[in-house]
């Protein structure tokens, strides 16, 4: 069963949009068909059509020339992965042969509240350290992460890339996760990097177990909804 959210007419446009990209093999640098072209080309209005290419340009998969037109910026990336696989971030780019990368990491301290503490098994106070990320797959924004653990966790290893990879280093192996899942918009306000734009996302709420039932995670993360795509596997009792 494939686990999806309302789809706006924004999306079903960006969706038309890359078919159109994909069809005419159009690479990165090459110009896209004028908007006048485009609204008659998929039968829809001028400001469904902005909405949904101001969106792509956010995204990083447009790019638009002041007085030359909108061309394509990076080719879009479908990452297909399963809920109830634990892969991190970095595999699932790494899955389809795109490139992974981190345009922003931000790590501060923090003192864990009483969700938090509760949520990490810690007490009130304790010491955590909150590292903020934004992931790339070949330029494209394709998650926005938000990780807290234990300072103890932290300072067992370095902090590479991938935040799984760094705990594999520190002997930290994650064994499975507690996961809330729900759609939500975010904005420039929220994402800088989305410049004057927006976009939805899938907010996974989660907590990291290792073998022993320790937490050591409790993660934030948004994945870009015209990137990634979740399965989710259902059994009957």
Same mark, same amino acid.
């Given at each position: 069963m494939r686990l999806s959210v309302d789809r706006s007419m924004s999306d079903k446009i960006q969706d038309s949009l890359l078919s159109m990209i994909r069809e005419r093999a159009l690479k990165p640098g090459d110009q896209i068909?004028?908007?006048?072209?485009?609204?008659?080309?998929l039968g829809v209005g001028r400001s469904s059509l902005r909405e949904a290419v101001a969106q792509m340009i956010s995204h990083g998969l447009l790019t638009r020339v002041q007085g030359k037109g909108t061309f394509v910026r990076q080719i879009a990336l479908k990452l297909?992965?399963?809920?109830?696989?634990?892969?991190?971030?970095?595999?699932?780019?790494?899955?389809?042969? &795109?490139? +992974?990368?981190?345009?922003?990491?931000d790590?501060?301290?923090?003192?864990?509240?009483?969700? !938090?503490? %509760?949520?990490?098994?810690?007490?009130?106070?304790?010491?955590?350290?909150?590292?903020?990320?934004?992931r790339r797959a070949d330029d494209a924004i394709a998650a926005y992460?938000?990780?807290?653990?234990?300072?103890?966790?932290?300072? &067992?290893? +370095?902090?590479g890339e991938s935040l799984f990879g760094s705990l594999a280093r520190a002997?930290?192996? !994650?064994? %499975?996760?507690?996961?809330?899942?729900?759609?939500?918009?975010?904005?420039?306000?929220?994402?800088?990097e989305l410049q004057d734009g927006f976009g939805l996302f899938l907010l996974i709420d989660e907590v990291d177990f290792d073998q022993t039932g320790r937490a050591v995670?409790?993660?934030?993360?948004?994945?870009?909804?015209?990137?990634?795509?979740?399965? !989710?596997?259902?059994?009957?009792?």
């Open positions: 068909p004028t908007e006048i072209e485009l609204c008659d080309l297909h992965g399963g809920l109830d696989d634990l892969m991190s971030v970095t595999d699932m780019i790494r899955s389809v042969g &795109a490139v +992974p990368s981190t345009s922003r990491i790590v501060k301290p923090i003192a864990a509240s009483g969700d !938090l503490a %509760h949520k990490l098994g810690l007490e009130v106070g304790d010491a955590c350290v909150q590292i903020e990320r934004v992460c938000i990780d807290i653990v234990p300072k103890a966790v932290f300072d &067992a290893g +370095p902090l002997g930290i192996r !994650l064994s %499975h996760t507690h996961s809330s899942i729900q759609p939500t918009i975010l904005t420039p306000r929220d994402l800088p995670c409790y993660s934030n993360d948004y994945y870009n909804s015209s990137i990634f795509r979740f399965d !989710l596997v259902r059994k009957r009792r």
